[in-house]
């Protein structure tokens, strides 16, 4: 058993950090600490890593070696001034725990060593029968939960997906029985969902990363979803540009109030600890109650997506035991000379707060401490009646009346035309060298946003504003508003994804989600009619492919005049010739600022009309018959569609060239260096969104490449210099890359691509399993 420090008389490292003395405790708070006991698990604090999410260290993933081990579950019992041990080991970790409603047992995750995956695990709360609920080998299982309907609720790797902004392998969330029997898939988000637990209503509140059309680091908040799948919805701080994550809520039993923790983008999974009423706001500074410690209020909303790493202390694992005392992990000391949150190593103790600001260090370990809860039983929420079918059919979605909403001025009454539904995948496969758009881009997918995208429908809007489409089930879909000429009104920037047979919608777009839909209103013209099915665009449905339905019309219409001139090289290039991120043309209209895309846009929602076709300098200009070329009805379309897209250019996150700049380049980092000195272009100062220079080379036809201007007169350096480039031409003659026909992906994503297949083929036996009412174990 660990050595416990019971804290009578505090140092002064404790003062300095605002922790009180023991004998401080109030009667209330000692009565309730004594009547149970705590439960906590010890462990070394997660390595300081990418995001708040990457605490996995998965076996064969980018992080593997950070993988920190030597863990116990234990309880402490504040009568005796003693802990117990439920489980310990020295090789693995043991994380996550949760206490069932009758307080006797416990289920959480548990990684016996570094060989080992995370798996769910169940005890009791005595520390007998240990039992093993889920075995599949290369993901990870972990922030396990119980539910009221005899489920268990968990977030796991089992999906296979990996951030946009980087190269960490992502959870979504699952459950399963009691038994560990017949798990599947319940959130479809892109990026990551953890820490889940309940309200009081039964829904499951949980921290949702995920992002479209906008910033990587400012797109983490509360969201809730029905314990079946359905119903997913914002909760709170989906629209706020700090904090950086707003992760591990928890509502208090009986109260309006949820406890959470205001956390950073690029930091362990720590923070300030808040209050937060969402009767006040969905988003904003109005809905925190209470914040500690109390001057990072002022980094609410404002600032960046890690202001809150500026706080001198770090809470972590809150607790409410009452809407005035809260258990928690808090920071107690730095270990080591580096005194830095950021860098440094730190020890987390066991603390319990009062609202009249008092903090007490109940208790810590040899190692740091985390996940305190009383050993009890608790109430159990009501259980929510399923709302989807387990048939693998479409869902639908419905909007009553798309003018109702925020941010929606100078929209008038009747100039919404179609609603598109469009597809954001998840990003399956990553690379070693990145694009730095706003965000590592592993590979290069666009000149500063993260998504590829796929086109799955343009409905037409009743005259009230209504719609009502059949969308396909499991897609992480999101909206657009369009005019008669299909130019983007209003875009999502987040995204929907519904279950098989589930019916979801919205009062209208970015409407006030405290709001209450108008019922003295005309029964929705679109739902007195059969749901919508899915068009496509323009007669498919395949992911949007810059050089397949742009470049075309850029070829037919502007490359006569628009193209590489030796004598004219501030001309704009709209030709097709690859480069080794993107193309010449492509470059060429986001770096003149030809389109108004957001990019990787800022938390808050954006006015309608005020970015994409409606803004763009190309819409102006092929409106205008431009040098009297006339482009047809769906030609408009094409461009009027890619700038709405946000401009992006490659269709598939995978890559032929995996190890090579951006994961695009056909030239290694070494030739691209050689080139740099032969012609002294920085190569790696163009691998950027910000760059100044226009595009510099030319794969397709290496002779007009703009960096070879200066070696002209010297045919010895210049021929040294075209031989590199025509190395480039020739690798993507051999081995097409993404925005090329033909292409294959290298043999590392193909491996990564069949496992994703294969847990795929898991995911529909086990879903076949509940409709059949059999079970289906890992």
């Not at 008389?9 to 605002?18: D, V």
Request: charged share 25%.
């Amino acid at each position: 058993m660990s050595k416990y420090i019971f804290i009578l008389s505090i140092l002064l490292t404790f003062r300095a950090a605002g922790i009180a003395q023991i004998d401080s405790l109030s009667e209330n708070a000692r009565s309730l600490l004594e009547k149970h006991e705590i439960l906590y698990i010890e462990r070394h604090q997660y390595p300081k890593d990418h995001h708040n999410t990457a605490t996995l260290f998965q076996k064969g993933e980018i992080n593997e070696a950070k993988f920190t081990p030597g863990a116990a579950m234990r309880a402490f019992d504040f009568k005796t001034k003693s802990s117990r041990t439920l489980l310990e080991t020295e090789t693995g970790v043991i994380r996550d725990p949760e206490l069932s409603f009758d307080g006797k047992r416990i289920v959480f995750s548990y990684r016996k060593n570094i060989d080992d995956d995370y798996h769910i695990y169940e005890i009791n709360t005595d520390g007998s029968d240990l039992r093993q609920l889920t075995f599949a080998a290369g993901i990870s299982d972990i922030d396990p939960l119980y539910l009221p309907d005899g489920g268990i609720v968990f977030s796991s790797t089992r999906e296979p997906k990996y951030c946009m902004c980087n190269r960490h392998i992502m959870c979504n969330l699952f459950r399963m029985d009691v038994d560990g029997a017949n798990i599947v898939q319940i959130g479809k988000s892109t990026l990551f969902e953890g820490h889940s637990s309940l309200l009081n209503d039964g829904r499951i509140i949980y921290d949702r990363w995920e992002y479209v059309d906008r910033n990587f680091g400012d797109a983490q908040g509360l969201w809730t979803i029905n314990p079946d799948g359905t119903k997913h919805s914002i909760y709170y701080g989906n629209n706020m540009q700090s904090p950086g994550g707003i992760i591990d809520p928890r509502a208090i039993p009986g109260s309006n109030l949820l406890l959470c923790i205001f956390s950073s983008c690029h930091d362990r999974p720590v923070g300030a600890l808040a209050l937060i009423d969402r009767r006040r706001g969905v988003d904003g500074k109005a809905s925190v109650v209470d914040i500690w410690p109390s001057y990072s209020y002022d980094f609410v909303d404002k600032g960046n997506w890690d202001a809150f790493r500026q706080i001198d202390t770090r809470y972590e694992d809150p607790f409410p035991l009452t809407e005035s005392l809260f258990l928690a992990s808090r920071f107690i000391r730095f270990e080591g000379k580096e005194r830095s949150f950021i860098s440094g190593k730190y020890k987390m103790g066991i603390v319990l707060i009062e609202r009249n600001g008092e903090e007490i260090l109940l208790f810590e370990g040899e190692k740091s401490l985390f996940d305190p809860m009383p050993i009890a039983p608790r109430p159990k929420p009501t259980t929510i009646p399923e709302n989807r079918n387990f048939k693998n059919e479409n869902g639908y979605f419905y909007v009553q009346n798309v003018y109702a909403g925020t941010h929606m001025k100078g929209v008038a009454l009747g100039s919404v035309k179609y609603l598109r539904i469009i597809e954001s995948p998840e990003k399956r496969t990553w690379t070693k060298s990145a694009w730095k758009g706003q965000g590592a881009q592993a590979p290069a997918m666009n000149w500063h946003s993260f998504e590829n995208k796929r086109i799955l429908g343009e409905l037409p809007v009743e005259e009230d504003g209504s719609v009502y489409v059949e969308i396909p089930s499991d897609r992480f879909v999101y909206f657009q508003l369009l005019d008669k000429d299909r130019k983007m009104i209003q875009s999502m920037r987040s995204g929907v994804a519904v279950q098989s047979g589930e019916v979801n919608g919205c009062i209208g777009c970015h409407e006030d989600r405290l709001s209450f839909p108008n019922l003295n209103t005309k029964h929705p013209m679109a739902l007195r009619k059969q749901p919508a099915r899915m068009n496509g665009w323009q007669g498919k449905t395949v992911l949007f492919s810059f050089m397949k339905e742009v470049q075309p019309l850029l070829d037919k219409h502007c490359v006569r005049c628009h193209d590489f001139e030796l004598g004219n090289r501030d001309k704009l290039v709209l030709a097709a010739d690859r480069n080794p991120y993107f193309n010449a043309s492509y470059i060429s209209l986001h770096q003149r600022k030809i389109i108004n895309s957001v990019g990787a846009g800022p938390a808050a929602i954006q006015q309608a009309y005020s970015w994409g076709a409606h803004t763009s300098k190309l819409s102006k200009i092929i409106e205008s018959e431009h040098q009297d070329v006339k482009l047809s009805v769906d030609e408009k379309q094409v461009f009027y569609t890619w700038m709405d897209l946000n401009g992006i250019y490659y269709p598939k996150y995978e890559s032929a060239y995996p190890d090579n700049p951006a994961g695009r380049s056909p030239l290694t980092a070494d030739e691209l260096e050689q080139l740099y000195k032969l012609t002294g272009v920085n190569f790696k100062k163009l691998g950027v969104w910000t760059r100044k220079l226009p595009p510099q080379i030319s794969f397709d036809r290496p002779e007009v490449s703009p960096c070879l201007d200066l070696l002209r007169d010297d045919p010895k350096v210049y021929k040294q210099a075209l031989a590199l480039i025509e190395l480039g031409k020739k690798r993507l003659e051999e081995k097409p890359r993404a925005d090329m026909e033909r292409f294959v992906p290298c043999e590392t994503h193909l491996q990564m691509l069949r496992k994703y297949v294969e847990r795929l083929k898991v995911e529909a036996a086990n879903r076949k399993a509940v409709f059949e009412r059999k079970k289906m174990y890992d």
